[in-house]
């Protein structure tokens, strides 16, 4: 069974830049969809970036141009690199694997890590 750990939250400033992390355990990542959720309380879970076994990326909207995903099979890691970030992107960011019919839809996924927290605030 995939296990996902997520790391690299913290508190940033306005226009600061941070790098999420996202590692597999308990098997390959190969063939696998991984995708970048984010939720605040209350919300519902936003899809933010998905790439594909072929690296095929995806964005949404609001962070389009500011936020970069990759990923190394050989690692068995995703990241999620923030930049130019706003007081609007503060959520738990969640780590996502599966095979999605709609990237950014949460259900399509299998596999979840237990997030972490991205923080911005003068």
């Known amino acids: 069974q995939v296990q996902l750990v997520e790391s690299g939250g913290g508190l940033v400033q306005p226009g600061g830049s941070l790098s999420l992390s996202c590692q597999a355990s308990?098997?390959?990542?190969?063939?696998?969809?991984i995708a970048w959720f984010r939720q605040a309380p209350g919300k519902e879970r936003e899809g933010v970036s998905c790439?594909?076994?072929?690296?095929?990326?995806f964005y949404a909207d609001s962070v389009k141009g500011r936020f970069a995903i990759s990923r190394d099979n050989a690692k068995n890691t995703v990241l999620l690199q923030l930049y130019d970030l706003e007081p609007e992107d503060t959520d738990v960011y969640y780590c996502?694997?599966?095979?999605?019919?709609?990237?950014?839809?949460?259900?399509?996924?299998?596999?979840w890590g237990r997030g972490t927290q991205v923080t911005v605030s003068a």
């Open positions: 790439i594909t076994h072929d690296r095929m990326k």
């Open positions: 308990g098997g390959g990542l190969v063939f696998v969809v």
């Open positions: 996502a694997a599966g095979y999605p019919s709609t990237w950014y839809r949460p259900a399509d996924y299998t596999y």
